[in-house]
């Protein structure tokens, strides 16, 4: 079983930065790729970006340029860095983790969220 636990959401004004950190815990044998998916309420869940294991990147073209997804593998911890935000950032972030056991059975988990609220 694994565990993410997130940190660093808040409440920040337009043009803000903020910093989300999650950091994974557990039985862990492999660590894949690691995301942040976001819920605006009425929304579905995104994709913000996601990272491999060897720190391959990728973004959802909203936040390109202002945010940046970074992890340390030694630490099992991953992060987003976020600048420029703007009040349709505004969303519970998840952190997102998949993972491989030593049979080759893959397993996604889910942190518990984080409430990041940008002021206009």
């Known amino acids: 079983q694994v565990q993410l636990v997130e940190s660093g959401g808040g409440l920040v004004q337009a043009g803000g930065s903020l910093r989300l950190s999650c950091a994974a815990s557990g039985v862990i044998f492999r660590l894949n790729t690691m995301g942040w998916y976001r819920q605006a309420p009425g929304k579905q869940r995104e994709l913000v970006a996601a990272i491999t294991s060897g720190g391959s990147a990728n973004y959802v073209d909203s936040v390109k340029g202002r945010f940046t997804i970074s992890r340390d593998n030694a630490k099992n911890t991953v992060y987003l860095q976020m600048n420029s935000l703007k009040p349709e950032d505004t969303a519970v972030y998840y952190c997102?983790?998949?993972?491989?056991?030593?049979?080759?059975?893959?397993?996604?988990?889910w942190g518990q969220g984080t409430q990041v609220t940008v002021s206009s």
């Open positions: 997102n983790a998949d993972t491989r056991d030593p049979w080759g059975t893959r397993r996604g988990y």
